[in-house]
C-alpha cells in the first residue's frame, strides 16, 4: 500500500470520525484543511433519490451563487450580426456561428459556457454529442437560449452556476475558493442545496436528498447534515 504523504495524512486525521456536520462545521473543517499550493475549489456533491432515465425525475437548473464562484468563467456565445456584436460588448470570450461550430467540431473546446441565440440552434443542434456530454448544450431552460444575450453573458461571468443530475442521480458544482470567508461559503452552500431542492422533479418519489457531501479539490469529503442543509 501506498505511503500517504503528510498533508494527505494530516487531512484524512482531521476528518476522521466526523460525519453529518451542520453547513457551518463543515466549510470551516474543508476550507481549514485545504492546504494546496493554489486556490482549491470548495465543491458539493448531492445524491439524489431520482432516476435520471425518466424525463419526468430529471433534476436541472440554474443559481447564481451570493457570492459568486471565484472562477473565471469563458464564455462562448453562437450568434450573428448585432447579437454577436452585443455579445462582444457583454464581455463573450468566443462568438461566431458555423465558424465556430466547425472548431468544436474539430476538437477545439475553450469555454465552460455556451450561449446561443434560438435562431442560431439548427447549427448548434448539430454538436449535440459534443457538447450535451460536457453540459455544455445551450438550453432554454436554464436561460442559456435567448435573445437577451448581454444578460446571459454578464450571469456567466458574475458566478450563475448551472446543474444537472447525473447518471446515478449526483448532481455536482464547485461553489467557491478556499480562499473565501468562511461566511460567504456558506452562504453559497445554502443557496445551491435550496436551488435543488426547488428543482425536485414531479416524478421523484420517497426521499429525495439522501446525501449530501462537501469537499475542496484536493481534499477528502465529509457529510452534512441534510436536515441542517435544507433548513427542513
Known amino acids: ?8 495524512a494530516a487531512a484524512r486525521e482531521a476528518f476522521a470520525g466526523k460525519d453529518n456536520l451542520t453547513v457551518e462545521e463543515a466549510v470551516a473543517l474543508v476550507k481549514g484543511n485545504a492546504k494546496a499550493k493554489f486556490d482549491e475549489t470548495i465543491e458539493i456533491a448531492l445524491a439524489l433519490g431520482v432516476d435520471t432515465r425518466h424525463a419526468d425525475q430529471m433534476v436541472r437548473g440554474v ?22 456584436e452585443e455579445a462582444q460588448a457583454a464581455g463573450a470570450d468566443i462568438v461566431g456561428a458555423e465558424d465556430l461550430m466547425e472548431t468544436i467540431q474539430g476538437g477545439t473546446i475553450e469555454f465552460d459556457r455556451c450561449i446561443a441565440t434560438p435562431d442560431m440552434m439548427p447549427v448548434v443542434g448539430r454538436l449535440g454529442k459534443v457538447l450535451g456530454p460536457r453540459n455544455l448544450m445551450p438550453n432554454p431552460k436554464v436561460g442559456t437560449v435567448t435573445m437577451d444575450v448581454k444578460a446571459a453573458v454578464e450571469a456567466a461571468k458574475g458566478g450563475e452556476v448551472q446543474f444537472k443530475a447525473e447518471k446515478g442521480g449526483v448532481v455536482h458544482a464547485g461553489l467557491g475558493k478556499a480562499s473565501f470567508d468562511e461566511a460567504k461559503l456558506v452562504e453559497n452552500v ?3 442545496v435550496e436551488a435543488v431542492q426547488k428543482a425536485k422533479p414531479s416524478g421523484a418519489k420517497g426521499t429525495y436528498m439522501k446525501k449530501i457531501s462537501l469537499s475542496s479539490t484536493m481534499g477528502p469529503g465529509v457529510t452534512l447534515d441534510v436536515e441542517n442543509a435544507t433548513g427542513n
Open 190 to 192: 445554502r443557496a445551491f
Open 63 to 84: 443559481i447564481g451563487l451570493p457570492n459568486g464562484t471565484g472562477k473565471t468563467m469563458r464564455v462562448a456565445v453562437f450568434a450573428r450580426g448585432p447579437k454577436a
Open 1 to 8: 500500500m501506498a505511503k500517504l504523504g503528510k498533508r494527505t
